[in-house]
């Protein structure tokens, strides 16, 4: 199956019936057709083998194709493929909630006990959004219809989670349909910042502005907690979001932790949230949840939330459902990748990671127009430009064209490395091997070192 002819094959019926996601289908490369993948490596149908530093859209968790995720799912497959969820249950999914359950953290009584399942991060943000805003409808409180976001903020492409996702760009034609949100900022950091407490002071006092002026007509924050991924793999320490959420949390507003891209390893514990002592009161989990087999969501809300959503008539309950509703083979896929963390010692493999990324690092930083160098569990990123103060250095231009020309040329060498603009990052699935992650970091240095004149003013 992987001559040339079949090659062409794929190639030739995709270009002419297939529409492809956040890019400029007239201009595009050609997409390249996959045969088959396996641990960190995707093989084309030609042959190539590209090592996946993506994370497949940062998905992937313990590598691709694992057999052990693949023998549940066609175990299940075999048994129960699929039934309707309303009135109906099955083992995978109240076995799965309990799991996830019991994973995410608690603190002292406060924890996240209700499983709300849909099918992907959008469904997941846009189901969180509906409970914080409907909650309030229920207590009989209809002044709250603002909700509150960071700037820069990712969470999904239907009208909710572009609402609360406007900063990131991405949503021009739409502005005058989305929802009214307010942005606050969100104090980046990296390794070798000197002024993280100066901005992250100045954050807080926007903050407080905002609170102080429309505290009481928000319904609900939401934010990505650590990390902003789309945006550019933008960082934050711990206790900037934990301030953050303490003095939402303080207004009586809902928090809502979007752990789409961060959960399941993502930052080096299983939940980002985690590292800041942060209990949200509504956490959305998708991509790594079934370890990048199947698309799956779900949203889980505090006993708090869940239970203004009680009484005797439907006028309260959450009016909300997909087709697919806690699809059994996603449960299945996603209990098969909850068990590997404990049998692959994924969390290691991940600190293993970081490791060899902070050395990578240490070396990039030194390289002519590689600025704000930062690593948290599997992720690194750098930002290429000139620098020119605090404030750029640069900025993720999302347009740029700086980023496919070092895509292709990534590509060219093996290496899946999508930049954000100007946004170089690595996300590899754990199962790396050290061998491979040394030569894709040795590989990406190289390809600095050619393409400096692109970024870097002389
Ligand atoms: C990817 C992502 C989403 C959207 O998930 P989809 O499955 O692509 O709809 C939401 N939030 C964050 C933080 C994401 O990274």
Same mark, same amino acid.
Not at 50 to 59: F, K, Q, T
Not at 93 to 113: K, Y
Not at 434 to 441: C, D, T
């Given at each position: 199956m992987n001559d040339a002819r079949n090659t062409s094959g794929t190639v030739e019926l995709d270009q002419r019936h297939v529409w492809h996601p956040f890019v400029q289908e007239q201009t595009a490369p050609a997409p390249l057709p996959v045969a088959r993948a396996s641990g960190a490596s995707l093989f084309l149908?030609?042959?190539?083998?590209?090592?996946?530093?993506?994370?497949?859209?940062?998905?992937?968790?313990?590598?691709?194709?694992?057999?052990?995720?693949?023998?549940?799912?066609?175990?299940?497959? *075999?048994?129960?493929?699929?039934?309707?969820?309303?009135?109906?249950?099955?083992?995978? $999914?109240?076995?799965?909630?309990?799991? !996830?359950?019991? $994973?995410? /953290? *608690?603190?002292?009584? *406060?924890? !996240?006990?209700?499983?709300?399942?849909?099918?992907?991060?959008?469904t997941a943000v846009e189901a969180a959004l509906k409970m914080a805003f409907q909650s309030w409808r229920n207590q009989g409180e209809r002044r709250r219809t603002l909700f509150l976001a960071f700037e820069g903020a990712y969470h999904g492409d239907t009208f909710g989670a572009m609402s609360v996702g406007r900063s990131s760009g991405f949503y021009g034609p739409f502005e005058d349909v989305l929802l009214k949100v307010r942005f606050t900022p969100f104090a980046e950091t990296w390794l070798d910042d000197e002024n993280v407490d100066a901005r992250e002071a100045a954050a807080l006092a926007e903050l407080d502005a905002i609170l102080e002026r429309d505290g009481r007509r928000i319904a609900g924050f939401i934010a990505?907690? !650590?990390?902003?991924?789309?945006?550019? +793999?933008? +960082?934050?320490?711990?206790?900037?979001l934990r301030a953050v959420c303490d003095r939402v949390a303080a207004q009586g507003i809902p928090v809502i932790l979007d752990e789409v891209m961060t959960g399941f390893g993502r930052t080096g514990t299983l939940f980002a949230m985690e590292q800041a002592g942060v209990v949200p009161d509504l956490v959305c989990l998708s991509k790594g949840l079934t370890g990048g087999f199947l698309p799956m969501a779900v949203t889980v809300a505090s006993k708090a939330i869940y239970e203004t959503f009680l009484g005797q008539d439907f006028s309260t309950a959450f009016a909300h459902g997909h087709s697919y509703t806690?699809?059994?083979?996603?449960c299945a896929a996603a209990l098969a990748s909850l068990a590997l963390f404990e049998s692959e010692q994924t969390l290691e493999r991940i600190a293993a990671i970081r490791a060899a990324n902070l050395r990578w690092l240490a070396e990039a930083a030194t390289l002519p127009g590689v600025h704000r160098p930062r690593a948290l569990g599997s992720i690194a990123a750098v930002n290429l430009g000139p620098e020119v103060g605090d404030g750029i250095g640069g900025e993720v231009d999302y347009y740029s064209s700086l980023g496919p020309k070092l895509k292709a040329r990534f590509l060219e060498l093996g290496l899946l490395v999508r /930049?954000?603009?100007?946004?170089?990052?690595? +996300?590899?699935?754990?199962?790396?091997?050290?061998?491979?992650? $040394? *030569?894709?970091?040795?590989v990406i240095l190289d390809v600095l070192r050619e393409t400096a004149p692109l970024y870097v003013k002389s």
């Open positions: 149908e030609d042959g190539r083998e590209i090592l996946d530093l993506a994370a497949s859209w940062w998905v992937n968790v313990h590598g691709h194709s694992h057999p052990a995720i693949a023998e549940a799912l066609a175990e299940q497959a *075999r048994t129960l493929e699929h039934v309707i969820f309303a009135g109906f249950t099955h083992a995978p $999914a109240a076995r799965l909630a309990e799991a !996830l359950v019991h $994973a995410l /953290p *608690r603190i002292d009584d *406060r924890g !996240l006990d209700r499983v709300f399942y849909t099918d992907n991060g959008s990505e907690p !650590l990390v902003q991924g789309a945006s550019g +793999m933008r +960082m934050c320490r711990p206790q900037f806690a699809n059994p083979l996603g /930049p954000l603009g100007n946004v170089i990052y690595v +996300m590899p699935p754990a199962c790396i091997a050290p061998e491979e992650l $040394a *030569r894709a970091h040795a």
